[in-house]
């Protein structure tokens, strides 16, 4: 349903087969068939319409919902008929989703000569500098980093722009970005149209729509906090000291699967991917103490299907478009924010996916409180304590090896909260070291 600002009345949804049905125009259809997208999703159905009519929109959907095209399509419609540097700037909270943003928007407008910046942190800034020089159509940028260059690089501003874009508003509006983002808000043309994409809705996000939109269009295309129908869960009770042996029980059930775990912690992350390496999996990691250049060089190899198992803290959680991703896994239980961003990794574009908890004593209320939010009840499902029993010897040793496995500078745990400080110089890439072990059942040495 869509509800438009200031009223209680409802729209019933479009119902459209095609991007043209939606307005657009035959370049961007064309470039919308090349990329393989036959049909507008849901949350694009709504949008495309609105954007293209010059309204403001605030949008919640579905994490892996299309909601990247839904604005960028209105966006490169529009510079095709007022062509100018500057025309539109996209903000999102982590680089890699920058990035990936950037390459849609490429993708799309690489037919009719779009250039586009991305300004993140952990990249030389003179490079970005000379990518601004050559005055791109879009920029996408961290707020840190673009703050950067309007307070320092000279010749740039974004007086002229005519779009500015919210990805993963409610992060944009924690605490860690609130002020960078309130200093652009100040120096950008009041006189623009706004979007607002997210997941879920915060106050925070409510408070900017008051602050920042005009008459915005609300959109809403899944409920306050919800899972995909694709999307297969379930979870295993397991007690904490047996977490890893469950893991690795897991694993050797669903050989060959692109699999995401997801940790609470830096150094969890690196921890778990070397004990997999010494058990014979395929497993990388990646998280926010990395440099950018290893981040985006674990992340292609997983997407190049170098390695099937990935490893990860909640940077690689929200709105990364990795294709293929068969199960995740919920090593740690996150916030019911979390949960629905991270397995919003797996059944994307209504294919399939299954996503699986590995929920510890400590864990059973926070698990429970995520069921009570979502309105269901997760299936749980039942572990083989002999082969646990089994597993334990070895799994205890490879963990064992990896925990005196040392990256540049990296500090291990003062107490049993890991730290996640000094990881940024392991190199991802490093040979598996092997404990002679190797029990992955697909792999076995």
Not at 142 to 160: A, Q
């Amino acid at each position: 349903m869509i509800a438009a600002s200031g009223g209680d009345a409802q729209v019933t949804a479009h119902r459209v087969s095609t991007f043209a049905d939606l307005g657009v125009c035959s370049e961007l259809v064309n470039a919308c068939g090349t990329l393989g997208w036959k049909q507008p999703t849901k949350i694009q159905s709504e949008a495309i319409p609105y954007a293209l009519k010059g309204m403001d929109l605030i949008a919640l959907a579905q994490t892996g919902s299309g909601k990247t095209a839904a604005f960028a399509l209105p966006i490169l419609q529009a510079l095709l008929e007022h062509r100018r540097p500057f025309f539109a700037c996209v903000l999102s909270p982590t680089r890699e989703l920058a990035i990936q943003i950037a390459e849609q928007f490429e993708a799309l407008g690489s037919a009719i000569g779009l250039v586009c910046s991305v300004l993140v942190g952990g990249v030389d800034r003179m490079q970005q500098v000379i990518s601004l020089a050559r005055h791109p159509h879009i920029i996408v940028a961290t707020p840190g980093r673009l703050l950067d260059h309007l307070t320092d690089t000279k010749g740039f501003s974004l007086n002229k722009i005519k779009y500015l874009v919210l990805d993963e508003a409610d992060v944009l509006l924690d605490m860690e970005f609130e002020k960078s983002l309130n200093d652009i808000l100040k120096v950008i043309p009041k006189e623009r149209r706004t979007f607002l994409f997210s997941a879920t809705m915060t106050d925070k996000v409510k408070k900017l729509q008051r602050a920042c939109l005009r008459n915005p269009v609300k959109l809403k295309v899944s409920c306050k906090y919800s899972t995909v129908d694709t999307l297969r869960e379930e979870f295993y009770l397991v007690p904490a000291n047996d977490k890893d042996c469950c893991l690795v029980y897991v694993l050797n059930k669903i050989p060959g699967s692109m699999i995401m775990i997801f940790t609470e912690t830096c150094y969890s992350s690196r921890l778990l991917a070397l004990m997999l390496r010494n058990l014979g999996f395929e497993a990388i990691f990646i998280n926010g103490k990395m440099s950018q250049d290893k981040r985006l060089g674990a992340l292609n190899r997983f997407k190049s299907k170098g390695c099937n198992i990935i490893t990860c803290t909640d940077v690689a959680s929200r709105g990364l478009d990795i294709q293929g991703v068969d199960v995740v896994i919920n090593y740690d239980i996150p916030s019911l924010k979390s949960y629905v961003h991270r397995v919003g990794r797996t059944a994307r574009a209504g294919q399939s996916g299954y996503a699986l908890s590995l929920v510890n004593q400590y864990e059973v209320l926070r698990f429970k409180y995520i069921e009570k939010l979502l309105g269901k009840e997760i299936s749980k499902s039942e572990v083989d304590e002999c082969e646990l029993k089994i597993l334990k010897e070895c799994v205890c040793d490879s963990k064992r090896i990896a925990l005196k496995v040392k990256g540049d500078g990296c500090k291990r745990p003062r107490s049993m909260q890991d730290d996640e400080d000094g990881m940024e110089g392991h190199d991802p890439f490093c040979s598996r070291r092997s404990s002679g072990m190797s029990i992955n059942r697909s792999r076995r040495r």
